[in-house]
């Protein structure tokens, strides 16, 4: 019997579901997401991939038990934030900083903002604090920046305060949020003891947290709101997913399910900071992007993500996956570690519509989704799409949406469109409706370009399209640019979910630390400047190999990364450095560690940014704790004939493009085999996904189904 991996990654529009074999085969269902009750959404996916598998719901309710891991990323802990129906929560905070979560910081008033709208005040906004100000009592004391506590924790304050949040304004959470703990916890856990202390004397239980446990690390407001978002909506979340479990126990699963973290690890769903999956969406993607950069010999990759909501780029350079530990997220940062992935709202569900002051076309932000859909889907929305306008130049097929699962009106697209967007424009209906696919290829282009990329050379990167509409936009925002090369694979649209089958079982921790090398110090100075880091690793290593013997793996399954962030002296960005040692008590190790950094730093930038001083400055170091799992395998094929078969062509159609009409070949992408090649102009489509071949491009699809897209003239 064969064993599966199942994952899924339920995007703002469509839930995607892949089960993989122990052989790398696999099948994809979707299904629009269904963010009242996300069980839904996978579950309809997960049958539709059965279906494909030639398994009927009756014999699937067996399948379950062929199932070695099931895997969930997606929206629950996003939505409950979105929605505002968290756990109500109090927070005991620093006497004087009672307002550190509704005051927030300037900059989280323009997360994501465009230049024009960063510049005009009237377009930053404060968002709706989680916890309101009336929510927050302020106790007494004060750790100073080397731990050392200078003002005694008053302790009757952080009692009163206490009882008044669980007794007198029914709080279902706290958090515990002191300055400088992440130096020395001491204060934080002693009110949290108090805390307990009042919950066992009014007899009410409710959720606690402390910040020193959640992010021990420097950016006071962003430790603030990470472990406000753990007490506000892990629970909530968790609900979501024990709602999976529990269907997924109905076809025989017999494991727990996991869930994807933000900096690309999978783990229990019973996890206690589970607001580390809280920015999972698109971190499959990355993962799997990686792990095809080991297939092709590839370490810099542009990974693109287009989806029906937004367009989610991350780049992985010299091997190394991008982290970023303080992301935005819901208009508030957090000390969350995530991996690099920058997003705006441009996605094959976004609306079109025509400003009426300026009469002219404005893309988004906002989008349709999967739920009403473009028009053509007659589910209730009646403003027009950019997938509307990709089924009016006839490159989306009216009989293969969703694999012909869907039926759709081309007839309300044209109506709806020409009513709202082109007439308004005066403008013949196709001619506007290629407008607006260039301009939302030219958003794309130009966030890749001009915000993700800066500072590097392209040609030295490939570009990667994934996502339902990646390949339908790929070639778009690849314009003219001098790609190393560019390339997409056939199980596009559940790319995402097939990433989140590629990680390993991982827990990841950071502490902030301070320290300074300078040639003019003798080497015990030095190691003494040095020893904080090794203390670190080791207290972070111990806190996470428990983590993991609790959760059932043995000691010798878990294997330890040890990691800097490391930079220059004086620069302002520092560098993940992986230790090539475990402790720094020799300089024979500490030069071992500077050798790994001056190696990845020459790889990353150029040599004009390095300076000569031989000074070097730690910020913060992280241990990572993973234990294998079961991956998909990318399989090997031998390589056909460069003509398709046959069977491979469906017919011509006309396409719309530069202004006329011309005849496409269209071919069926489940049909074409590892060896062929297709010319442009050329339609690949696929149940999940549709690949656009302009007449100026090639494709060859390699060994390992990768299709690898090129310049006729290059």
């Excluded at 709706?128 to 009592?137: D, G, N, Y």
């Excluded at 020799?586 to 020459?602: G, P, V, W």
Aim: glycine content about 10%; some cysteine; proline content about 5%.
């Amino acid at each position: 019997m064969s064993r599966y991996v199942v994952a899924c990654d339920a995007g703002g529009t469509m839930t995607d579901v892949i089960v993989v074999d122990e052989e790398g085969r696999s099948v994809i269902g979707k299904a629009p997401t269904s963010p009242h009750d996300e069980s839904i959404g996978y579950m309809e996916s997960f049958w539709e991939a059965l279906e494909y598998m030639g398994i009927d719901k009756a014999q699937g309710r067996e399948f379950g038990n062929d199932i070695e891991t099931a895997i969930y990323t997606g929206t629950s802990m996003l939505n409950t934030v979105i929605n505002m129906n968290g756990y109500k929560t109090g927070i005991l905070v620093t006497r004087g900083f009672e307002d550190i979560v509704s005051q927030g910081r300037g900059s989280q008033t323009f997360i994501g903002a465009q230049w024009s709208e960063i510049t005009h005040m009237q377009y930053r906004k404060h968002r709706i604090p989680l916890v309101p100000s009336q929510l927050a009592r302020g106790v007494t004391e004060r750790i100073d920046m080397f731990g050392t506590p200078v003002i005694p924790m008053y302790e009757e304050e952080a009692r009163k305060g206490a009882r008044e949040l669980i007794v007198d304004e029914e709080v279902e959470a706290i958090a515990i949020i002191f300055l400088q703990s992440f130096v020395n916890p001491m204060h934080e856990n002693r009110a949290a003891e108090i805390c307990r202390e009042v919950m066992q004397e009014v007899g009410r239980e409710v959720v606690l947290e402390v910040s020193n446990k959640v992010a021990p690390t420097t950016r006071e407001i962003s430790r603030a709101n990470a472990t406000v978002v753990q007490a506000y909506a892990s629970d909530p979340a968790r609900k979501q997913l024990y709602r999976i479990e529990e269907e997924l126990v109905k076809t025989g699963y017999q494991h727990s399910l996991k869930t994807v973290l933000g900096y690309g690890g999978i783990t229990n769903i019973r996890y206690p900071r589970l607001f580390e999956a809280a920015m999972s969406g698109p971190v499959g993607g990355l993962m799997g992007a990686r792990y095809l950069g080991t297939v092709m010999g590839e370490e810099n990759i542009v990974c693109s993500d287009v989806g029906g909501t937004s367009f989610d780029a991350g780049a992985i350079t010299a091997g190394v996956l991008p982290i970023d530990r303080e992301p935005g997220f819901q208009d508030m940062y957090v000390n969350v570690p995530m991996l690099g992935i920058t997003s705006i709202g441009a996605g094959t569900g976004t609306y079109i519509r025509v400003d009426p002051q300026t009469n002219r076309i404005k893309l988004g932000p906002d989008s349709a989704g999967g739920t009403p859909g473009p028009t053509f889907m007659e589910a209730g929305n009646t403003t027009p799409t950019i997938n509307d306008v990709n089924l009016l130049l006839g490159i989306l097929s009216e009989t293969n949406y969703l694999g012909g699962k869907v039926k759709i009106n081309k007839d309300v697209s044209y109506r709806l469109f020409k009513e709202k967007v082109a007439d308004p424009l005066g403008m013949d209906v196709y001619d506007a409706a290629e407008t607006c696919l260039e301009l939302l290829n030219v958003l794309m282009r130009e966030h890749l370009v001009n915000s993700l990329m800066v500072g590097h050379d392209l040609r030295e990167y490939v570009l990667l399209g994934y996502g339902g509409g990646g390949p339908l936009h790929l070639l778009g925002y690849a314009g003219d640019y001098p790609w190393k090369a560019v390339c997409t694979v056939p199980h596009a649209g559940g790319f995402s979910a097939w990433g989140g089958a590629c990680m390993d079982y991982s827990h990841r921790r950071h502490k902030s630390v301070g320290a300074v090398v300078t040639p003019d110090l003798d080497d015990p100075t030095k190691l003494a400047y040095l020893a904080p880091v090794t203390g670190a690793w080791q207290e972070l290593e111990a806190e996470l190999r428990k983590e993991l013997q609790e959760e059932g793996f043995d000691e010798e399954q878990i294997s330890i990364t040890r990691v800097v962030y490391m930079k220059y002296y004086g620069q302002l960005d520092d560098v993940e450095v992986e230790s090539p040692v475990a402790t720094l008590d020799s300089i024979e190790n500490m030069d071992a560690l500077i050798a790994a950094f001056e190696e990845l730093y020459t790889k990353m930038f150029t040599l004009a940014a390095r300076p000569d001083v031989g000074a070097y400055h730690i910020t913060e170091v992280c241990v990572v704790a993973k234990v294998d799992t079961v991956k998909p395998v990318l399989r090997t094929f031998e390589l056909s004939a460069t003509k398709p078969a046959e069977k491979a062509f469906k017919c011509k159609r006309p396409v719309y493009m530069r202004g006329q009409w011309r005849d496409a070949d269209i071919w069926e992408m489940e049909s074409l085999l590892p060896g062929n090649e297709i010319e442009g102009l050329a339609v690949i489509e696929a149940s999940n996904t549709t690949l656009l071949v302009p007449p100026e491009w090639h494709v060859r699809i390699d060994e390992h189904d990768i299709y690898w897209l090129t310049r006729k003239d290059s």
